[in-house]
């Protein structure tokens, strides 16, 4: 998973599954686009994510979620609900203000 925080008034964790960074995915009106410039942060392992999204959620930060992968773990986490995953195209996408 590629993992960016970006430094705002209120943090942001960009967090995307590695394969789909670059990729833009279109239903009907709607466009879901993975951002290079906005996701490449560091490429990390599960582990290492859960510890960043452990850290941030202590310090009110925005997650911004995109793919299976990074979705589950925020699940797992329960830093997401269900009823709040959509999708388009199949791949699933969140997003979070602590």
Known sequence: MFVKIIKSYRDIVAI???????????????????????????????????AIINKMVREDATFNIVGKESISLALKHGLIKEE???????????MVLM
Not at 17 to 32: C, I, N, R, T
Not at 84 to 94: D, S, V, Y
């Open 16 to 50: 995307c599954d590695s394969d789909l960074l670059g990729k833009v995915f279109e239903e009907g009106k709607f466009q879901l686009e993975v951002k290079e410039s906005f996701y490449r942060g560091d490429e990390l392992s599960g582990e290492e994510t859960s």
């Open 84 to 94: 709040g995953i959509k999708e388009i195209q199949g791949i699933p996408f969140a």
